[in-house]
């Protein structure tokens, strides 16, 4: 079985590392437009997107803070002109500063949750503009196990997903009659750099409560990600997929 996303430009943010990185060329071979976009090191953001460009795949790199909403308005008018209208967005950019609550510094509750709640609600406001012009369109949240599942010394981080959660439940209330969807995916601990100082920290204590006994692949999340993005999952609105091997379990 192919899914095609042939015709349909993608806008990933956080598209050129980890996650994101998988989901750009996964989307972009199963025949999208895809944007990607990337924040601080543009010289391998920009090596990353050149090298599908040279497989002929259709990838386009833009520089966005998905914290500073002038950016992204900027970024998406930009983006209109230059690429059309967006017909899927990706809200995957995140970070994580895990500390317990009594030494949690401010800034590492207001930066995470600016960056994965402020950051879903500064894009999608920009992008929810064409979409409900073109009376289309199809949003697709990265959440985190933590949402339900969370860790010691995740406040912010699980604070910042449950957001993402709710958020997408209601968009999808919201935008329904314009026929936009709105879906979240939660991963389990995926091997990315983000996991990288717990699996080496916590890994085999994680492990025992993973029921398929691996972490997840970035590729994992992207196939997922692909089907989302496809009109196979036309009747799939406000759902919240989990993808980490039976953890939240
Ligand atoms: P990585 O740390 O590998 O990549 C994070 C991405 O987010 C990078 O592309 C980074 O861009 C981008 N980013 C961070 N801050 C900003 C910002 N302010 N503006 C724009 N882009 C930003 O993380 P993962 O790939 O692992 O995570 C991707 C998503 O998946 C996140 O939302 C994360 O919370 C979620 N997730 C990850 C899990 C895991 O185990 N890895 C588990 C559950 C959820 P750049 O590098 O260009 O700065």
């Keep these: 079985m192919q899914v095609s996303l042939q015709n349909k430009t993608v806008l990933i943010t956080g598209g050129t590392r980890g996650i994101g990185r998988a989901m750009t060329e996964a989307t972009a071979q199963a025949g999208a437009n895809v944007i990607a976009t990337y924040m601080s090191n543009e010289a391998a953001a920009q090596d990353f997107i050149g090298s599908l460009r040279s497989k002929g795949l259709k990838v386009h790199g833009i520089k966005m803070d998905v914290r500073n909403?002038?950016?992204?308005?900027?970024?998406?008018?930009?983006?209109?002109?230059?690429?059309?209208?967006?017909?899927?967005?990706?809200?995957?950019?995140?970070?994580?500063?895990?500390?317990?609550?009594?030494?949690?510094?401010?800034?590492?509750?207001?930066?995470?949750?600016?960056?994965?709640?402020?950051?879903?609600?500064?894009?999608?406001?920009?992008?929810?503009?064409?979409m409900l012009r073109a009376r289309s369109g199809n949003i697709i949240n990265i959440s985190s196990v933590a949402a339900s599942r969370p860790g010691r010394g995740q406040v912010n981080y699980a604070a910042s997903k449950g957001g993402v959660e709710a958020v997408t439940k209601a968009l999808a209330v919201e935008l329904a009659p314009r026929n936009v969807r709105v879906n979240?995916?939660?991963?389990?601990?995926?091997?990315?750099?983000?996991?990288?100082?717990?699996?080496?920290?916590?890994?085999?204590?994680?492990?025992?409560?993973?029921?398929?006994?691996?972490?997840?692949?970035?590729?994992?999340?992207?196939?997922?990600?692909?089907?989302?993005?496809?009109?196979?999952?036309?009747?799939?609105?406000?759902?919240?997929?989990?993808?980490?091997?039976?953890?939240?379990?």
Aim: charged share 25%; with cysteine.
């Design 184 to 249: 979240c995916i939660a991963p389990g601990v995926i091997t990315t750099d983000m996991s990288k100082d717990v699996r080496d920290a916590a890994g085999d204590k994680i492990l025992e409560s993973v029921l398929l006994k691996r972490f997840g692949n970035p590729e994992d999340i992207a196939n997922m990600a692909v089907f989302m993005a496809s009109d196979m999952s036309s009747y799939i609105t406000g759902e919240v997929i989990h993808i980490d091997g039976g953890l939240k379990l």
């Design 69 to 130: 909403s002038q950016q992204v308005d900027e970024a998406l008018a930009t983006m209109e002109s230059e690429h059309g209208p967006v017909h899927v967005l990706i809200n995957n950019a995140g970070i994580v500063k895990d500390d317990l609550i009594l030494s949690m510094e401010d800034e590492a509750w207001s930066d995470v949750i600016n960056t994965n709640l402020g950051g879903v609600f500064n894009v999608t406001r920009a992008v929810a503009r064409q």
